[in-house]
């Protein structure tokens, strides 16, 4: 609306402007946050709100590739495509979509718009990186080249996953497969892929693999890959690794501890630097009575009604599969099971029943990076019920800080006393008086917590009627009560929370990095470039920021005209110099404590700040 002038202005201007106009000397004073309010609209729906997180980081991928490529003049920036899929993106944010109060065609047409948006994006990236890696050199005869892009300004070391089929099917274990980067093979993880091929003769063509690596700022890296066959008489069929005898299993890496209890299939504790973080009883899923309101829930602590329990053998053959399936386990088979265990990862699933009601846990524990993944499938029956992950941490850790609309809140006085809050991205715990054994918790779509001493409440599921604002209903309703009324949240959903614990856990910048890096992580694609010279690539980080406490949280086209917009946030609390390095010109920049700044690029190197809606900063000030 360029017809109009936003004037940006301070609390201090406000209230005089107020006091001015009003004529009142005395206004009304708040103290504290505005929140919590309509708690139940933090967890209800959360399907759409975990796609809502998943295309919210997708196109936060797409933007910055779609600038680079545009900036370096191998394609269009596609400009309508984006607007498309922003609109889509922020009409799902309306009043009772994404708070999860609507109905059931409101839940319908949400999931079809951020469907919409993310197959725009799909469709987007796709074609972006195509444009970039347009000079790659051909692969070799059986070789599957997979590049990653590190869509971030720093540079990132974490694990890259990816599925992938190679040239030839062989049979269940009748390949091994390898993994090269610059000629020289890295250590990899090849575990079962997304599909189910259960065939003799072509039972693993496609394949999972996982490995670690080193990706500089907004850059790619290839990796190449082989593979031979394995002689029939030599092929082994793998097997489940076996479980310990005892009542525990402990995983010891250079980074951390855990120990999983095999009678209960919770965590008894997670120990950094010979500290316990998490103790016993962590990662259990409970059940709370709730209210049949789409808005509200009970929002104070409460008693749990009831937890989910370890399923017996013969529950958890008929969770997993069914007697048809699993005919090699007639008696049934343990609820508890070592899917994966390699260099880089080990996943244990656990199977745990409560009523019709069900959730297979998956413990993903980093053997390479102290964190820990929860990963969960649930079929959900329940009714007016919340069902939560219960966390129990080190009582040390009495501080707390929820990272909100880029801003870190302490919430350590607010939580203590079990009241339903919220948060954005991650929860950070924290002992005043030590550096050491800080935890957070990175969400990936769920916006809810409780507290109460050392026990933290992450709600997962709740199931009230939809578009319902009725606790007590006359039982004179009959409209109401005479038929069947839809529940929300039904049948099959999933949940995922990461844990970090040592260096990823021990400021607020640093957490602040680690959940962006799980919400848009290292992005491989799988591409077979068609440049016949083979030449030798250069690759070099778009851009990139100095301080470890600054983040390149936006990179796009400018909405008029074009230049280049970048967004940054100071993320530790301090005011900072620093460079903001766009590809290798450097600017030497000023930022204040938790600030956000904007500023514009133009092609002929000039740098300006301006504000959020990218007009120049000194500008509007001279007027």
Known sequence: MPEIEFIESTPEAFFKHSLAIRGRENLPVLQGDLKPVSEGCYTS?????????????MINLVEKLASIAWWQKKRDYPKTDLQ???KDILFTEFHDILPGSGIPKAEEDALNLLGHTEEILRRKRAEILISLLREEPLAERDETPIFVFNPHSWTVTREVEIDFGIAQQFGTDGVTRHIFRNGKEIEAQFEKGADNLMNNSWGEWRSRTVFMTTIPPLSFQRFDTAYEAVPKDKIQIWQTPKLPDQDQMTVKTDHYQVVLNLKTGLIDKVEVDGRTVLDADSCQPIVFADINHSWSTVPEWQEVETKFQLATPIQTVKIIGSTYTHKAF???KPPISILEDGPVRMIVEAIFVNGASYIAQRYVINKQRPTLRIEQSIFWTEHDKKLCLAVIHNPALVRLEAEKCYSVDDETAAAQAGQAMDFQGFLRFSDPLSKKGALAVVSHG??????????LRLPILRSPGYATHEIDVPPNYD???NRFIPRQDQGNRSAQFTFLFGEG???THAVTREGYEANVPLDPFVYFPTNRKNGRVRRSSFAAVSADNVLLTTLKKAESGN???LRVWETGGRKTKFNLIVEGRKFPLLIGPWQLKTFRLNRKGKLIETDLIEKPVRSRRST
């Open 479 to 481: 409209r109401y009560l």
């Open 45 to 57: 729906m959360q399907l759409v709100k975990s796609r809502h997180r998943r295309v919210e980081s």
């Open 505 to 507: 856990a021990a400021t």
């Open 563 to 565: 230049d280049l917009v």
């Open 330 to 332: 007639p008696e049934g």
């Open 446 to 455: 769920t916006h809810g917590y409780s507290r109460l001493k050392n026990q």
């Open 84 to 86: 498309v899929a922003w």
